[in-house]
């Protein structure tokens, strides 16, 4: 089917016969038609540059959606890979911890096995010293309480020692009182006199 223009629709000329139309109304309704398909023909060619900008835009949004998408699912898949990877790295982290806290707490067992022990040899340290103190003590206690005693038996001694002596002494005395009297007994009898 060929496209008419307006102009065609001015141009075109009809055979003239006796009993046909009127040519003025034929010519007037051809000049409405012609006016008004031609302002049809211009919004058609407007309609028609609108929808190739419009298809245009389309194709252009299309595109972008398309490339949106594309990229709406790399970035899906993008945070996926980094929510798994930091999942990943929480769980490392964890374990990571875990582990340094039983190594930690396992060197707190050992440093507070080693300060028991330590304890326990302090301890015991510390009641042999007792131990000893209390033996040092109770042999000095014996030593003076044998010091005593002997210093009794000494003093006594020397008490019962000087009571000897002073009887010794009073004797001798005694002894040499009656040795001058038997002296001087024998002198008066010899008629010495002192």
Known sequence: MSIISPKDIKKNDFKKN???????????????????????????????EKVKSLT????????????LQKAIVKTQDMSE?????????????????????????????????TKKQELEEMKLRNDKLVEDVKLFFLEKLNEMDEFIKNR?????????????????????????????????????RTNFSD
């Open 81 to 113: 890979e980094i929510i798994a990877n930091a999942k990943k790295r929480a769980e490392n982290i964890i374990k990571e911890a875990e582990l340094n806290s039983q190594k930690v707490m396992q060197e707190v067992d050992k440093d507070i096995m």
């Open 152 to 188: 009794n038996i000494y003093s006594m001694e020397l008490a019962n020692i000087a009571a000897t002596n002073d009887e010794n002494m009073n004797s001798n005395e005694d002894e040499d009182l009656s040795k001058l009297k038997k002296v001087s007994i024998s002198t008066a």
């Open 18 to 48: 006796f009993r046909g139309y009127d040519p003025n109304e034929v010519d007037a309704f051809l000049e409405t038609v012609s006016l008004r398909y031609e302002r049809l023909f211009e919004e058609n060619s407007m309609l028609t």
């Open 56 to 67: 245009s835009d389309v194709d252009v949004y299309k595109e972008n959606e398309s490339t």
